[in-house]
């Protein structure tokens, strides 16, 4: 495909043939390789990058943070990149992290903060999908009066868990952590990879979670159908420049323009389009008999008996967790392609 400079926003692009299969599973619509490469295909021009800098990149790093109201934002390939670089940034010379016991950077980053910039990471909610306020407040403290002084530099939230099936830590506590943070002059870091997912659920606006943390990153590929990528947001002080530190990772990729185009069109209108797919999935699961987590985003607990096959040859898809005691049900917008009535007679063909 030529790439061409333009100022046509890849959100014009015609829509792809509409697809009747429902997926109970991930955040977003599954797209093949094929898939992509048609959407691509559609476009009528791509407007370049160059190392991840300028064209639609810098147009989706715009809208990123505007949408997430903050003042700057910037593309990493990964969200591991990004989420490295913000607590980085955040800690400066003070060495040390508290994070969730149950969260991504402390559990599938190979300790990379520790091993690559030297910051300690501090593991907070054993058992549960996340921390409480009293035992940030108990962290702080301890930090600080040691023999030896190792000041906590920043304070990090994932919400929603990925391995507490996307629950969420409760906006109170969110706001109770962030006070003492900002109290104690501790920056403050949202993994939100999965951010319009808890804001969907909660009814809670994206922009209000992200007033309480200096920094949030958000997943580009879970389900704005980009193949890859991530977004960091906070203020430009920390944001500005920042590219050089992305390339130093080695995260400067030469062209990540197909990413963003990808995103862009994925953005346009995903709010409304999961807002409804939230109401029309907890309307099903009433229907179904099934009790949310008490503080749930968009994967509730089947637990009856169900053949998956017999519900694929009704388009809907399903996918046992071995570890799990019951049928993990993650709602996305492909709930809109059949009806209610549909999906629960599906349902009732594939009952034992």
Known sequence: MELTATSTSPIEAAPTAPDRRVYFRGDGEPRSPSQ?????????????????????VAELEAAFAEKLGKEAALFCPTGTLAQHLAVWKLCGDRPRALVQASGHIYNDTGDGLTRLCGITMVPLGEGRPTFRADEVEAELRRAATGRVVAPVGCVVVESPVRRAWGQCMPFEEMQAVAALAREHGVGLHLDGARLFMMSAATGIPGRDYCALFDTVYVSLYKYFGAPFGAILAGPSRLIDGLYHERRMFGGGLPSAALAAAAALSGLAGFEERFAAAMVKGRELMVALGVEP?????????FRKNVDPAKLTERDVVVVPDAGAPFLPLAVNTTILRQSNEELLAAFAAAAP
């Open 293 to 301: 987590f008490a503080h749930g985003s968009n994967i509730f607990p």
């Open 36 to 56: 992509i490469a048609a959407f691509l295909a559609s476009l009528p021009s791509i407007d370049p990058d160059s190392y991840s800098r300028g064209g639609f």
